[in-house]
């Protein structure tokens, strides 16, 4: 991973956990993840393969632990990860995965936006809120818009 001198070039960092269930981890996400990779849109900057049994317990594997079939091109990135992740980050992470499952947990920084966030913070400016809205509550709101439309017989008032 290039080093960042300054921590003031930085972008934002996100990670997202991706659950599969029935443990069917194949690794076929890695050439998207390695097409943002080198686009330089995004850094990876901590990736691991979680795994829960029936039974609730859980194992934690770096890409070092597994084989080829399950990361696939994601192998790319092993020399390069900072591991971010703490135990109790991991713990806490693996509570949204349901039991008998696997889940991919990327930490990545927006490199796109590094220069959007460098300007703001030399600018003296600070985030104070993030958010993001799950695809599915996009998808829903159109859904419901649509159906409104529908229902109102899809006529637009005159002005």
């Known amino acids: 991973m290039d ?3 300054d921590v ?3 972008g934002p ?3 997202i ?3 599969f269930p029935g443990s069917k981890f194949n690794g076929q996400i890695a050439p998207a993840l390695l097409d943002l990779v080198e686009r330089d849109l995004i850094r990876v900057l901590d990736l691991l393969v979680l795994k829960k049994d029936a039974d ?5 594997f770096e890409l070092s632990d597994l084989d ?4 696939g091109e994601l192998r790319t990135y092993e020399s390069e990860l900072a591991m971010l992740l703490s135990e109790e980050d991991v713990n806490s992470l ?3 995965i349901e039991p008998g499952s696997s889940a991919g947990v990327v930490v990545w920084e927006n490199t796109w936006a590094a220069p959007f966030a460098s300007a703001v913070r030399r600018s003296g400016g600070q985030l104070v809120a993030s958010g993001r809205i799950p695809t599915q509550a996009l998808l829903a709101a159109i859904e419901a818009d649509e159906q409104e ?3 109102d017989g899809g006529t637009e008032l005159a002005a």
């Open 3 to 5: 080093e960042v001198d």
């Open 8 to 10: 003031d070039e930085l």
């Open 13 to 15: 960092v996100d990670w």
């Open 17 to 19: 956990v991706v659950e």
């Open 56 to 60: 609730g317990s859980l194992e934690a």
């Open 68 to 71: 080829d079939e399950e990361v």
């Open 94 to 96: 693996a509570a949204a």
């Open 149 to 151: 439309e529908a229902a």
